[in-house]
């Protein structure tokens, strides 16, 4: 394996995040079909979603558990394994109950093999230009939205739901487990010839406990969580919010494809950023333009003011997701990485499935999201005071020890 090897790495972790997200979130393409189809509620059938969100988040930790003993490949090989079949019994599914269990758990437990696991993988393959190659894996997640969801539209309307979501069961298979054979471990991770480990050069000499309650990591999953409670309501809610504005139906729906393609140009942007400018600043500035743009939502009501914010919005959000797992990298290392990015994605999911759930909440109480928006953006700018208190990076100071 030569240096350029670890580019591999990176296409394959793109196409896995955008196959298993994108197969996962498609479920709102589903919704309608298949309760027309079932006679199942749709609140039944969207619940399979917020399923999703808190066994990601579990999942996610003991995935990332797995891959600091065994290496990348036999996780995401347990986890196409697991999208494909659950899928696939998914969609012959004759009960609600076990739709959400093979959609709702099974989908996002194999969802979540994917994510902390290719991403610490990425970080391990690289020195340089890492900020940049992780934002290129996660940028799977933007693709899924242009690429599976529009799939699955042209499958339902050409067959049915049922035999849509099969042939996505069977594509996740045909995508996911030739791309498994690309799965690497780095040079440098690989034992040597004699059969000890390799060395880690940047290991901080922490166990697990001693991370997880390091001020390193109390930052870091603190603003991961705020960061995604402030912008997981605003997005979920956004259509309605701009029709509530007045915006036409199928004009609203494109202002949710704006960010999601403006949210790929932010991932490089900010990638490119973190790695001239380092982490913390980029991550501290783009949070805080989360927390503003949020807030400027409030002041707009015509469909092109809506896009210019979109695309705002989209980048920023897309953008600094990735650079939560670079600083758990250069905090870390790589001998516990799998599990501090497994555990930071836990508390990140559970910020997720906050927002949908409370922009509901208030919405049925006050017939308004004004609320959500301005509870949004003061989470979002107390998510960038609280990435201010991150410590010094490792390379510029020795990691404190709990």
Known sequence: ????????????????????????????????????????????????????????????????????????????????????????????ATSLLVFQLSYGVIVGLAASAFFAPMIALTTAWFDTNRSLAVSLVSAGMGVAP??????????????????????????AWVLLLPAVLLV???????????????????????SVGQALRSPQFIVLGLTF?????????????????????????????????????????GRVLYGVLGDRL???????????????????????????QFYLLAVIFGATYGGVMPLYAVLARE????????????????LSSLGMSLGPLAGGMIYDATASYRWLFIGSALIGLGAAGIAIAFPPQPSRQKLQMA
């Open 225 to 265: 969580f705020a960061c995604c409670a402030a912008h997981s309501g605003p997005i979920f809610h956004m259509v309605s919010y701009a029709m509530s504005c007045g915006v036409a139906p199928m004009a609203a729906v494109t202002i949710y494809s704006v960010e999601g393609l403006a949210g790929l140009g």
């Open 331 to 346: 905090y870390f290392g790589l001998r516990i990485i799998g599990t501090v990015l497994g555990a930071a994605t836990m």
């Open 1 to 92: 394996m030569n240096h350029s090897y670890r580019w591999v790495i990176v296409a394959a972790g793109a196409l896995m995040t955008c196959v298993a997200l994108g197969a996962m979130f498609s479920l709102a393409i589903f919704l309608e079909p298949m309760s027309l189809d079932t006679n199942w509620s749709r609140t039944g059938i969207s619940s399979a979603m917020t399923l999703n969100f808190l066994v990601m988040g579990l999942g996610g930790f003991a995935w990332g558990a797995i891959y600091d003993r065994v290496g990348a490949r036999p996780v995401v090989l347990a986890g196409a394994v697991l999208l494909g079949l659950s899928l696939v019994v998914a969609s012959r």
């Open 184 to 206: 690497r471990q780095p040079p440098a991770a690989v034992a040597a010839s004699d059969g000890t480990p390799a060395p880690v050069t940047d290991d901080p000499g922490m």
């Open 278 to 304: 380092g982490v913390k600043p980029v991550l501290v500035a783009g949070l805080a333009i989360q927390g503003l743009v949020i807030a400027a939502y409030l002041t707009v009501g015509q469909i092109e």
């Open 146 to 171: 242009m690429t599976i969801s529009p799939f699955a539209r042209w499958l339902i309307t050409a067959y049915d739901w049922r035999t849509a979501m099969f042939d996505i069961g069977v594509m």
